[in-house]
C-alpha cells in the first residue's frame, strides 16, 4: 500500500521560512517523480514544484513561476523522503500543500498525500 504523508506546515509570518517534507512507503521512490502542489481556498489545485529523473544520473527539478527562487525542492532517496524548501513567504503562498507521486516521468500523477497546511500571516 503506497502512502505519502506531509509534515511542516504551520503559520509563518511574511518573509519566513518553512520546509515541508513527504515521507513515501510502499514504492520506489527513486524511480517516481515527486511533485509538489497547492490548493489555497476557493481555488483549484495548482503545480507548485517537481523533481524527477532525468534518465541519466540526475535529476531535474521544475517550478512554477510564482515560487521560481524563492522554493527549492530536493529528495533523499535513501530515506524516500521528499522536501519542499519555502523560503520569503507571503500571504499569497497560504494554501493546502500536498506532495504526489508519479511514476518515472509520467505526467500523472498517481499517488497523493493528505495535504498540510501553511498559512502565511502579513
Known amino acids: 500500500q503506497v502512502q505519502l504523508v506531509e509534515s511542516g506546515g504551520g503559520l509563518v509570518q511574511a518573509g519566513g521560512s518553512l520546509r515541508l517534507s513527504c515521507a513515501a512507503s510502499?514504492?520506489?521512490?527513486?524511480?517516481?517523480?515527486m511533485g509538489w502542489f497547492r490548493q489555497a481556498p476557493g481555488k483549484e489545485r495548482e503545480f507548485v514544484a517537481a523533481?524527477?529523473?532525468?534518465?541519466?544520473?540526475?535529476?531535474?527539478?521544475s517550478y512554477a513561476d510564482s515560487v521560481k527562487g524563492r522554493f527549492t525542492i530536493s529528495r533523499d532517496n535513501a530515506k524516500g523522503t521528499g522536501y519542499l524548501q519555502m523560503n520569503r513567504l507571503t500571504p499569497e503562498d497560504t494554501a493546502v500543500y500536498y506532495c504526489?507521486?508519479?511514476?518515472?516521468?509520467?505526467?500523472?500523477?498517481?499517488?497523493w498525500g493528505q495535504g498540510t497546511q501553511v498559512t502565511v500571516s502579513s
Open positions: 504526489a507521486a508519479a511514476w518515472g516521468s509520467s505526467p500523472k500523477y498517481a499517488y
Open positions: 510502499g514504492l520506489a521512490f527513486s524511480m517516481y517523480t
Open positions: 523533481i524527477r529523473w532525468s534518465g541519466q544520473t540526475n535529476y531535474i527539478d
